[in-house]
């Protein structure tokens, strides 16, 4: 089985270790990845392309989701 990775787009194995499906060929792409989905949100907020109550709502939605 093989899978393409949400960075690069490579094709990879992935680990048969369990945990969550891996989504990245390594961790520099998953780095890559969570570092320019910062830097768009540090932008978006700067331009005043978003609003904060909305990334708020988000992130209180996702802490009610994993208490449940």
């Known amino acids: 089985m093989t899978s393409k990775c949400h960075w ?4 990879f194995s992935p680990r048969l270790t ?3 499906p891996q989504k990245f060929c390594n961790k ?3 780095r890559m ?17 978003d ?4 990334l708020q709502s988000m992130h ?3 802490a ?5």
Do not use: P
């Open 8 to 11: 690069c787009q490579n094709t």
């Open 18 to 20: 369990g945990g969550s």
């Open 28 to 30: 520099d792409c998953k």
């Open 33 to 49: 990845f969570e570092k320019s989905i910062r830097q768009w949100g540090y932008d978006a907020h700067a331009k005043h392309t």
């Open 51 to 54: 609003k904060i109550t909305k």
């Open 60 to 62: 209180l939605l996702h």
């Open 64 to 68: 009610n989701k994993d208490k449940s």
